[in-house]
């Protein structure tokens, strides 16, 4: 799933109008930004993740991911990523 070194790891803590669980993002060195989802019950503590979103977020590694630690309005969540090209890009995630 990550080709190179993961360098950011953050929890959302709160459900999105398509998941009733939290996700997990990562900032990988492959310049992309991933979303991470339990896909079994037991899944945040060692059971299956599910990829839910994968996207080439820079132009070189991503260096940390944090989620916004409220919902937005609607009752998705915000993410922001920053990496070595020097721009911080903001994502919406709905899950």
Partial sequence: LHPRPIYSVDWLGFSTPGSSRGCLATA???????VLRPSSPGGADGGDWACVSDVEAHNGDVNCV??????LG???ALLASVGDDCE???WRFAG
């Fill in 28 to 34: 990988c060195g492959d310049n992309r930004v991933r």
């Fill in 66 to 71: 944090v989620w916004c630690p409220k919902a």
């Fill in 74 to 76: 609607d009752g998705s």
């Fill in 88 to 90: 911080v890009a903001l």
